[in-house]
């Protein structure tokens, strides 16, 4: 055996070890994070059973009027329905829901799907009326009616009682003059 021959043996079982070293390595790696991923999805089952008992069905029934009393049909009404439970949504995880709905031909609307302890008015809007500043991102104050609470959390705030036949009046004023 010549010299050369030997020295590329030997690379070359030096190069097998490095590469069964590597994919071991990986190997390692991998599992663990699997183990990782595992122990972090039992956690957050238990934390999302354990929070589930702060939840309950949120409803709402509210209606739209303008300045007049007269229904708005076709507003857009855009709802967050807070909970402790940790929601997947499009890959990322966050602790409320999404509700949307628009406004009948009286004015009425209904928000029910999601479950949570707080149901959050986030948008209402509709082209040619315009909302109490209460109701405008941004410009929300204490007692402003924009939050309504389902559960009580230990903080002694008052807990809200949806009603189907005393709905949640909202009422906005035309940006424009329009007759009725």
Known sequence: MTATFRESILRLRSSSW???????????????????????AWQMAQ??????????????????VDQNGYPVEGAAIVASVT?????????????YGILTTRSAADGSFKLDGA??????????????????SAYQAGTRWPGAKYHYRYKDMGTDQVIFTPSRSHP????CGSSTSQSH
């Open 168 to 171: 949640e009046v909202f009422t």
């Open 115 to 132: 479950e949570g302890f707080a149901l959050t008015i986030e948008q209402f809007y509709k082209d040619g009326y315009v909302l109490p």
């Open 47 to 64: 934390y999302n059973r354990y929070a589930a008992g702060y939840d309950t069905h949120v409803h709402f029934w509210g209606k739209v």
């Open 83 to 95: 909970t402790m439970r940790l929601v997947k949504v499009k890959g990322k995880y966050r602790e």
């Open 18 to 40: 490095f590469l069964t070293g590597l994919v071991v390595v990986v190997c390692l790696g991998f599992m663990l994070d699997i183990r990782d991923l595992f122990a972090k």
